[in-house]
């Protein structure tokens, strides 16, 4: 299986940023794991990251093409305003999970709402860097 994990803006700063709450793990271990569990696997993965929203939309509508046939995202920020990433998540017919690292329901109150989860699949909040781990779960048909 072919999986595009997204990362929106900040992500990049895992293990620098608010370690309180996002840890202390840096963004490489993210994306070194993800890309062992998926060669451990048999998955193609592929971890792109920006903090640009026309980079995200972008590379959400090359999936479109691209043999991409599952998406799992963390829009950062992008989660609680972004209907151009909302757009593009929805026209793209694939499997997508949304991933936040921290429980977003315990945190500031514009956290709460996500523009982007009512167009994927499912959502996974507050397990930390396991959470991306399980969504390939989900993906590839293990959960």
């Known amino acids: 299986?072919?999986?595009?994990?997204?990362?929106?803006?900040?992500?990049?700063?895992?293990?620098?940023r608010e370690k309180g709450i996002y840890g202390t793990e840096n963004y490489e271990s993210l994306v070194r794991g993800l890309e062992e569990k998926g060669r451990a696997e048999g998955h193609e993965v592929e971890v792109f990251q920006s903090n640009f929203e026309g980079a995200v939309i972008d590379r959400i509508q090359a999936s479109y093409s691209d043999g991409t046939e599952g998406i799992i995202i963390n829009?950062?920020?992008?989660?609680?305003?972004?209907?151009a990433v909302r757009d593009a998540l929805a026209s793209v017919e694939l499997p997508k999970i949304e991933v936040h690292i921290s429980n977003v329901h315990k945190r500031e109150e514009f956290r709460h709402v996500s523009v982007t989860a009512p167009v994927c699949t499912g959502q996974i909040v507050g397990l930390g860097?396991?959470?991306?781990?399980?969504?390939?779960d989900y993906l590839t048909g293990k959960l």
């Open 1 to 16: 299986m072919k999986i595009l994990v997204i990362n929106g803006p900040n992500i990049n700063f895992l293990g620098i």
């Open 129 to 136: 860097l396991r959470g991306y781990a399980l969504a390939m």
């Open 75 to 83: 829009p950062g920020a992008f989660t609680h305003y972004s209907y």
